[in-house]
């Protein structure tokens, strides 16, 4: 007899931490469940999709790069916000069907910034991709002012920025110290620093001088929790949110939809432990 499961798709997607985070909420709810990893490249959506649909015990999964973006097209959207964003990284079962589509980054990056009191209306964003445009959304559901966006590709970062309708430029990494003055949110949502990936450019790191003396910095990197950007803004004085923290976040309303279970938040010492063991 099988048990209900979700799992974490992308490529590469070995060095995901979601599997501990699921695995570790549905132990202490002592409930029955597994969540997996599969590697999946972006062709293999489809079939995936239609494969876990006819399997009744697949509740749903989570997904990264680089799906994210292909998601938002293969999945059902009955809100509209996946379309929206662009983006989708959950994927559930519901009494709906099967096959719908949630962008749970939007509530990471939301309570990740609610830290930063009062919010920033000069914002730096690092990134073009699936993760970014759920950053941007949620600057431009909070309405935003001026938007600096960094990108590797600038004509996917201009086409990005033009939904934002905010002040602001998009700039090449070269150009970072510009985005970067005066900001009062620095936010990097690519995978740069991350282990096993492209280390972050020195100079992303040493644009962090040019911002607010109060700046918060968020790093969507978790492995390693510090990295070289936020070593740098520490040095700095600039306050700092790790990736754990955004990742335990948007882990928590995927949690929900795919096990019927709020997560158990009141471990969330415990698990932070865990997750930088």
């Given at each position: 007899m099988g048990v209900p499961y979700a799992e974490v798709i992308g490529d590469p997607v070995a060095h995901s931490k979601s599997p501990l985070i699921h695995k570790f909420w549905l132990e202490k709810l002592a409930r029955k469940g597994d969540f997996r990893v599969l590697r999946l490249a972006p062709g293999g959506l489809s079939a995936y999709l239609a494969s876990r649909c006819s399997d009744p015990f697949w509740r749903g999964c989570s997904v990264t790069a680089p799906l994210k973006e292909r998601a938002a097209r293969a999945v059902s959207d009955p809100t509209g916000v996946c379309r929206r964003i662009g983006a989708a990284n959950a994927i559930f079962r519901s009494p709906l069907g099967c096959g719908i589509g949630a962008n749970t980054d939007l509530h990471g990056i939301a309570a990740a910034l609610a830290r930063s009191d009062p919010p920033a209306e000069r914002v730096?964003?690092?990134?073009?991709?699936?993760?970014?445009?759920?950053?941007l959304e949620y600057l431009r559901l909070r309405g935003t002012r001026h938007v600096s966006l960094v990108a590797r590709d600038l004509d996917k970062g201009r086409v990005l920025h033009r939904r934002l309708a905010a002040a602001g430029d998009v700039h090449s990494f070269e150009q970072a110290s510009a985005a970067m003055a005066g900001a009062?949110?620095?936010?990097?949502?690519?995978?740069?620093?991350?282990?096993?990936?492209?280390?972050?450019?020195?100079?992303?790191?040493?644009?962090?001088?040019?911002?607010?003396?109060?700046?918060?910095?968020?790093?969507?990197?978790?492995?390693?929790?510090?990295?070289?950007l936020l070593r740098r803004a520490s040095e700095l004085g600039r306050k700092t949110v790790d990736g754990l923290t955004m990742l335990i976040e948007q882990a928590a309303p995927a949690f929900e939809l795919f096990f019927g279970a709020a997560a158990p938040r009141q471990h969330d010492g415990e698990l932070r432990q865990a997750l930088e063991a």
């Open positions: 730096c964003l690092i990134g073009s991709g699936g993760a970014a445009r759920a950053a009062g949110w620095v936010i990097n949502a690519t995978p740069l620093g991350m282990d096993g990936s492209v280390a972050t450019p020195a100079s992303l790191v040493d644009a962090l001088a040019a911002t607010d003396a109060a700046a918060l910095v968020l790093d969507m990197v978790y492995s390693p929790h510090e990295t070289a």
